[in-house]
């Protein structure tokens, strides 16, 4: 199978989930918006493709399916690609991890466009300001300790006791969230010495280590999803 994936071409964002995954599993892919400019996504934006009517990128076309959101993208591609384990149970579980990472991205990007997407940063500063300071202090312990929880009760190493598309998740997640807030991670990073463990394995992994080297991996920016806004950070 060669999978068409659809997201902005200049930034990681939701994409970046889905491309690790294809990278990991060495699967042949075509990063189409890269390729041929954003506007290669409008006509399955726009209802003028045959199939499923995408609400917004990312979207992935395997075959005659198209298949969008990122937790469903994931799900489809696991069981072809090895990036579940077996058992209806262990799929079913690395659905709903899935979309509570899916869950803290969107807190995360509120943290910087609380009032509106619509609008710049620079035009909701104090709202982001009161809200990036609860994520700091109450929203990203309770998210990152529950991961920390689910891998102890898991094998320590892996969110579902072997290596998934979770595990991949988890590493962009610790990887974004080290780029926004540094400050803030520094200080939480003591409290889960499994997801940093975790996080430093995937980035090891030989096809996940080569596509962090390559000019395939965009890098972070005041773009996406993570940002880094110093005045969002925990005091220096």
Excluded at 100 to 126: C, F, G, K, N, W
């Amino acid at each position: 199978m060669r999978y068409e994936l659809y997201y902005w071409s200049g930034i990681q964002g939701r994409g970046e989930f889905i491309r690790l995954a294809l990278e990991d599993a060495g699967a042949e892919y075509i990063d189409v918006a890269r390729e041929r400019g954003d506007e290669a996504m409008q006509a399955f934006l726009q209802g003028q493709c045959e199939g499923a009517l995408p609400f917004a990128p990312p979207f992935l076309q395997a075959g005659h399916l198209l298949i969008a959101q990122t937790a469903a993208i994931l799900d489809y591609l696991a069981l072809p690609l090895g990036l579940v384990p077996e058992g209806e149970a262990r799929r079913i579980y690395a659905t709903q991890l899935q979309l509570t990472v899916a869950d803290l991205v969107a807190e995360i990007h509120d943290s910087h466009h609380p009032i509106a997407s619509s609008l710049y940063y620079e035009d909701q500063r104090a709202e982001a300001q009161r809200r990036a300071a609860d994520l700091r202090q109450t929203r990203l312990p309770k998210y990152l300790g529950y991961f920390e929880q689910v891998l102890a009760r898991a094998d320590g190493r892996h969110a579902l006791g072997a290596h998934s598309y979770v595990d991949l998740s988890l590493f962009q997640l610790m990887a974004g969230l080290d780029y926004a807030f540094p400050r803030a991670m520094s200080r939480l990073r003591q409290d889960v010495p499994r997801l940093c463990a975790l996080a430093e394995e995937v980035a090891q992994r030989p096809r996940v280590a080569a596509y962090l080297a390559s000019p395939r991996r965009v890098p972070f920016n005041e773009q996406g999803i993570f940002r880094h806004y110093p005045a969002l950070d925990d005091p220096a």
